[in-house]
């Protein structure tokens, strides 16, 4: 299956074409196709972790303003 995305960066490639098949080859890609998809999946899951670090900051927040706004207790017993 062909990835239209990926063909359109290859397509769009002009003057760097040689030196991206170049580094291709060097990481071990058996084509530039194969780079991209590669290059482009990389990308995707570094955004999905930073969604999920984004999340993960959220909710300590959230968890720290109830801390914070709950009413302190001026003596032992209650």
Do not use: D, V
Not at 13 to 39: D, M, P, Q, T, V
Not at 40 to 69: F, Y
């Amino acid at each position: 299956m062909q990835n239209p995305q990926i063909l359109e960066l290859i397509e769009n490639l002009k003057g760097r074409r040689n030196y991206e098949e170049k580094k291709a080859s060097k990481l071990g890609f058996n084509s530039l196709y194969a780079y991209f998809e590669n290059k482009l999946l990389q990308e995707k899951t570094a955004l999905e972790e930073s969604a999920r670090e984004q999340e993960i900051e959220k909710t300590e927040e959230k968890l720290l303003k109830e801390e914070k706004n709950k009413p302190k207790k001026t003596c032992g017993c209650c």
